[in-house]
C-alpha cells in the first residue's frame, strides 16, 4: 500500500524566493513519484515524476525534486520563485496497480 | 489533440436528479479514472477502468456508477444526486497499466446538488 503526506496545506513565498514544497511517502513496493500542479480552475498536470536511475528530477518552469530513500521524501523547489507559480500542488507516489495516490496537495501563494 | 475532454463543465442538480458526466480523450491510452477534488480533501479516486470492458471500485464509490463505453469515452453517473456530492469532478487516463502510472486530466466539471 502507499501514502503521501504532504506537510504544510498552505506555503507563502515572496517573489524570488526559494520555494520547498515538503512530501514524504510511505510504499511497499520501489515508489514511482509525481509532483502535478494545479492552476486556478484548471485540472492537474504533471511538473516531473521519478521512476528509477538518477534522484535529481528536473521539471518544467524550472521546478526540480529530489528522491531521497533514506528520508522517504520527494520534495518539490525551484530557487525563484515567480507570480505565475502559484497555484496547488499535488505529491502523488504509483504503486503496483494502476492507481494513483495523491495528496492533500499544498497550496502556493507568492507574494509581490 | 486535444487531449481529455469532460462536458459539462458546470452544472447545477436538484437532489434527486440524475445525470451523467462525459469524458473522452484522443491519446489512445488504456486507462480511464474518474477522481472528485473537495476542499482539503485532495482528489479522491471514484472510480477507474484499467482497459476497456473493465471497472473497478476507487476509494470513494458510493452514490455513482461508471461506463466504460469504449477505449475512448468513460462515463460517470449519479443516479440520485445528494448535496454531498457537491464538488469538482476530474477525468484523467494514463498509457498502461503500470508504474509508470502518469495521468492526463481533463479540464473538471463543477457540480452544485442543492
Known amino acids: 500500500a502507499q501514502s503521501v503526506t504532504q506537510l504544510g496545506s498552505h506555503v507563502s513565498v515572496s517573489e524570488g524566493a526559494l520555494v520547498l514544497l515538503r512530501c514524504n511517502y510511505s510504499?511497499?513496493?520501489?515508489?514511482?513519484l509525481f509532483w502535478y500542479v494545479q492552476y486556478p480552475n484548471q485540472g492537474l498536470q504533471l511538473l516531473l515524476k521519478?521512476?528509477?536511475?538518477?534522484?535529481l528530477v528536473k521539471g518544467i518552469n524550472g521546478f526540480e525534486a529530489e528522491f531521497k530513500k533514506s528520508e522517504t521524501s520527494f520534495h518539490l523547489t525551484k530557487p525563484s520563485a515567480h507570480m505565475s507559480d502559484a497555484a496547488e500542488y499535488f505529491c502523488?507516489?504509483?504503486?503496483?496497480?494502476?492507481?494513483?495516490?495523491f495528496g492533500k496537495g499544498t497550496l502556493l501563494t507568492v507574494n509581490p | 489533440n486535444a487531449g481529455v475532454t469532460q462536458t459539462p463543465k458546470f452544472q447545477v442538480l436538484k437532489t434527486g436528479q440524475s445525470m451523467t458526466l462525459q469524458c473522452a480523450q484522443d491519446?489512445?491510452?488504456?486507462?480511464m479514472y474518474w477522481y472528485r477534488q473537495d476542499p482539503g480533501m485532495g482528489l479522491r479516486l471514484i472510480y477507474y477502468?484499467?482497459?476497456?470492458?473493465?471497472?473497478d471500485k476507487g476509494e470513494v464509490p458510493n452514490g455513482y456508477n461508471v461506463s466504460r463505453l469504449n477505449k475512448r469515452e468513460f462515463s460517470l453517473r449519479l443516479e440520485s444526486a445528494a448535496p454531498s456530492q457537491t464538488s469538482v469532478y476530474f477525468c484523467?487516463?494514463?498509457?498502461?497499466?503500470?508504474?509508470?502510472?502518469?495521468?492526463?486530466f481533463g479540464p473538471g466539471t463543477r457540480l452544485t446538488v442543492l
Open positions: 484523467a487516463s494514463s498509457e498502461v497499466a503500470g508504474l509508470y502510472n502518469e495521468q492526463f
Open positions: 510504499s511497499s513496493v520501489p515508489p514511482y
Open positions: 521519478y521512476t528509477t536511475g538518477a534522484t
Open positions: 502523488d507516489v504509483g504503486g503496483s496497480n494502476y492507481k494513483l495516490t
Open positions: 491519446m489512445n491510452h488504456n486507462s
Open positions: 477502468s484499467a482497459s476497456e470492458g473493465t471497472t
